[in-house]
């Protein structure tokens, strides 16, 4: 086991024997065992830079021209198949072209090799978007008529029930009675037609929102300048 020599001059910890540097702090134990060098003058300004860029390389993936050739190819090949009356063999070529369409989009999505195919992959990302804003709205719409359309009929019936209620309301005043009763069923029956209406104009709201809401995933972002500073 290795004694210890002395103590560090900086932490007073106890150096090992033949140690160049403290072992707790990192103090060299002679000032000769260091040496400092200044940077050379002709390293300490500006110098060339030279900039390397990575090109990505996808392996495993066909061009995306080649794909739009075949599947366009297939599916007029499909077309032809289809009016001569073989419906296997159509339907077998379609779905390979098919097929062949979703591998262009996948490949144009990640290496678009022609600005046709980025053109084409856009406005199909375009088509679908607003093919589900579209599907969405209509839902959202559907749904909402048939609740409101639900507590319309609801308050239809109370307007209904309300009006007999008032004819009896008239029968009882008619023979000296107050209508106490009566008054309170039709209180009742207005404070339910209006809470329906509520509920109804709340639907009516809710399903706009979501509906702007989604709107606005598809409009296309507008580019504004700022105005110029005076």
């Given at each position: ?9 900086s932490?007073?910890?106890p150096i ?20 400092r ?47 001569t ?18 591998g ?19 406005a199909?990302?375009t088509?679908?978007?607003?093919a ?16 409101i359309?639900?507590?319309?009929a ?23 009675g ?5 008054r ?47």
């Amino acid at each position: 086991m290795t004694e210890p020599s002395s103590e560090c001059r900086s932490c007073g910890a106890p150096i090992p024997k033949d140690a160049r540097f403290c072992p707790s702090c990192g103090t060299p134990v002679s000032d000769a065992d260091t040496v400092r060098a200044e940077v050379p003058i002709a390293e300490t300004g500006p110098v060339p830079v030279s900039v390397q860029r990575a090109s990505p390389r996808w392996f495993g993936l066909a061009p995306p021209t080649a794909l739009f050739a075949l599947a366009a190819a297939l599916l007029v090949v499909a077309l032809i198949l289809l009016a001569t009356g073989n419906w296997v063999a159509g339907l077998v070529v379609l779905g390979l072209a098919l097929l062949l369409a979703a591998g262009f989009l996948e490949a144009g999505r990640r290496k678009p090799d022609a600005p046709v195919v980025r053109a084409s992959v856009d406005a199909v990302d375009t088509v679908r978007a607003r093919a589900g804003f579209t599907a969405q709205a209509f839902l959202t719409r559907s749904s909402a008529r048939r609740e409101i359309g639900r507590r319309r009929a609801e308050a239809f019936r109370l307007s209904s029930e309300r009006d007999g209620i008032l004819r009896e309301l008239g029968g009882a005043v008619y023979a000296g009675g107050d209508g106490a009763a009566e008054r309170e069923r039709v209180a009742a029956v207005d404070e339910r037609i209006s809470e329906l209406e509520r509920e109804a104009a709340e639907i009516a709201a809710q399903a706009r929102n979501r509906v702007e809401e989604a709107r606005l995933h598809v409009q296309p972002t507008e580019v504004r300048r700022p105005a110029e500073p005076d």
